[in-house]
């Protein structure tokens, strides 16, 4: 289907989004839009917000959920500043989102649950309709609820259900407006409920009803249309960043011949993570939905222990409560790789929101010395990688790995193109064979400082290991304070041995400059966009981005070393600066910092880059 007899403007990117309470399935169809965008070859990223209570209450700024859609012909890093389309549901909806739109946007709204009652939930004191804050908006006043009723009144569904199909009426407005073929929309509803026909049904005849409402207004005469992007080739697909994770986790337990164990308790942002697993069966992929966080990655240390790759995923409360277990993993020396989804805290904090301040927690939030890598992944996509990579670290340096994430990484997606897993980095883990006589439970590679992996059951090669400190070589059980510090330095020196391994840091702009903006983690996309801008500009400012958080890359220094300025931006109070402070004391470190559980903007950040150039 497409448009007729109307004007097409064709548009570089457009950003869309979608709000209305948590039962408005909000979330459902800008996933839906992502997937069709993603399926006609844009670039996209998405932002999905919705609140932390279950049964926030209806109608409220509280209970507001959305999900933003970014999608280009050009590349897209970020899910958008300011959306050029809004989709309202209610007056909450509209009210908590008037801020992050556009001036002279199209807003769509659900005119039907505009009135006296759903003001007061939503706060407003006056009609927002009629007392000019909208002037300058394309207003669409849609009467969603009514009009989806009405389409499928005869299949003889109760009003809750009938209500729970008003989204696909928005989104057909929006197939409409976007010249989307609507074909896909449908194909998408008959896989998502292909189990329950009547659904099917419904949703497919309300998503027609809403792009036939949008063809007869007068009000979106005008359409756009974002071409797909040019010269990408492969295969490419749609992906969160915790789905990325168990994915990634999966080609290492292929590439390493280790099987995978999962021992996770369910916490949010990092929850998709045990889900997606505990599907994977027919890959040999273990999970265990343990009772608390330590019961999870003690498991995992277990199976880690008998040969798997033993894996915990959590967030920052449940770090705290397994940093005791991960100081064992570093005594024992066993692989283990902690998955960190970083959310807005302290305490239960804002479970749904995207913050960066668990890097202290991640690098010294464990009794004693008790070193242990540390990466962070900068895109939904790169999750992939990253996981792959804390895979391959923690079995071949026997130690264990953090890989922090973060609330809008995980549940945030974009374009990834799916790899051949045969072109991944190798993976050989120390595994020693059946009586080997030179076998100590400490003895070390002489170049990695590893110990060897002794698979229990393997003949000749009877060991324990354990909490208590052990004496080099032999592993016994071992008091003396001189082979007290030799172990503490060697366990430090094993993770600091990596530096030769990972590759130089790299800098996008100049080698040499006025700024070098520096981040790390889940700000990548923002970053790189605001200062691709500014340099668009005329501006003389460089950017780069840290993945490798414990050890450094090599060049680190080198590289702050030729910029008069550096400034460090990070979704914290300035935890990376002053580790880097305390690596590097001879640098002055500005810094940028937002703690609001939201991502970077990029006028923000242009503003502020642009503020320190013109400071003398």
């Not at 005008?222 to 010269?231: D, E, G, Q």
């Not at 997606?276 to 343990?290: C, P, W, Y």
């Not at 990834?416 to 080997?436: A, C, F, G, M, R």
Request: net charge neutral; glycine share 8%.
């Amino acid at each position: 289907m497409g448009n007729k007899n109307n004007k097409v403007i064709e548009l570089d990117d457009v950003v869309v989004k979608f709000a209305g309470d948590s039962g408005d399935g909000m979330q459902l169809t800008g996933t839906q839009f992502s997937d069709i965008s993603a399926f006609v070859g844009n670039d996209l990223a998405t932002f999905p917000d919705y609140p932390s209570e279950i049964r926030a209450p209806q109608g409220t700024i509280a209970g507001v959920s959305g999900f933003q859609v970014h999608i280009g012909h050009k590349e897209i890093h970020t899910s958008g500043d300011l959306a050029d389309v809004l989709v309202a549901m209610n007056p909450a909806a509209l009210k908590a989102n008037m801020k992050w739109v556009k001036p002279g946007a199209t807003i769509i709204i659900d005119i039907d649950n505009f009135d006296n009652k759903h003001y007061k939930k939503a706060g407003y004191v006056e009609d927002p309709l009629g007392d000019g804050s909208l002037e300058g908006y394309n207003i669409v006043k849609a009467p969603i609820t009514v009009l989806s009723r009405a389409t499928i009144r005869d299949l003889g569904l109760d009003t809750k259900t009938m209500d729970k199909t008003k989204n696909q009426f928005a989104a057909g407005i929006l197939y409409w407006l976007l010249n989307r073929d609507l074909n896909l929309g449908e194909d998408f509803l008959k896989d998502k409920f292909k189990n329950k026909p009547i659904l099917v049904k419904a949703n497919i005849k309300v998503l027609r009803a809403g792009y036939n409402f949008a063809e007869t207004i007068e009000a979106l005469s005008t359409t756009y249309r974002v071409l797909p992007t040019k010269n990408r080739k492969g295969k490419f697909r749609n992906i969160t960043g915790n789905l990325a994770i168990a994915w990634g986790f999966m080609a290492a337990s292929e590439r390493s011949g280790r099987p995978l164990f999962l021992g996770s308790y369910p916490i949010t942002p990092a929850t998709e993570i045990l889900q997606e697993l505990s599907k994977r069966k027919n890959f040999g992929v273990i999970t265990f939905q343990a009772e608390d966080e330590i019961a999870g990655v003690c498991a995992a240390i277990g199976a880690s222990y008998a040969g798997n790759i033993g894996v915990t995923s959590t967030s920052g409360p449940g770090l705290s409560l397994k940093s005791e277990a991960i100081g064992l993993a570093v005594m024992t020396e066993l692989p283990l790789v902690v998955v960190d989804v970083q959310r807005g805290g302290p305490a239960t904090g804002l479970p749904t929101k995207p913050e960066q301040s668990d890097l202290l927690q991640a690098l010294y939030g464990r009794n004693g010395e008790s070193p242990v890598i540390v990466l962070a992944a900068s895109t939904p996509a790169n999750c992939f990688y990253y996981a792959y990579l804390a895979v391959k670290l923690s079995l071949e340096h026997m130690t264990p790995v953090i890989l922090l994430s973060d609330g809008y990484l995980a549940s945030g997606s974009e374009i990834w193109q799916i790899p051949d897993t045969k072109n991944l980095p190798d993976i050989n883990p120390p595994i020693v064979k059946e009586n080997d006589k030179n076998y100590k439970p400490y003895r070390r590679d002489p170049d990695t400082l590893s110990r060897y992996w002794a698979l229990p059951g393997t003949k000749g090669l009877r060991h324990r290991v354990g909490g208590l400190e052990k004496e080099d070589v032999t592993g016994v059980v071992s008091h003396d304070p001189l082979n007290h510090q030799k172990m503490v330095n060697i366990r430090e020196q094993k993770v600091q041995r990596l530096v030769g391994e990972i590759p130089d840091q790299k800098v996008i702009g100049n080698d040499s400059g006025d700024l070098l903006v520096v981040g790390w983690g889940g700000t990548y996309g923002a970053l790189l966009t605001a200062v691709t801008e500014l340099q668009k500009e005329g501006k003389d400012v460089s950017f780069t981005q840290f993945n490798y958080i414990k050890p450094l890359p090599r060049n680190t220094e080198e590289i702050f070393r030729r910029f008069k300025r550096i400034v460090v931006c990070e979704l914290n109070l300035g935890q990376f600066a002053n580790y880097l402070r305390s690596l590097f004391p001879q640098f002055t470190y500005l810094q940028y910092n937002k703690i609001q559980g939201l991502p970077y903007m990029i006028y923000e950040l242009k503003k502020r880059f642009s503020q320190i150039l013109e400071e003398k």
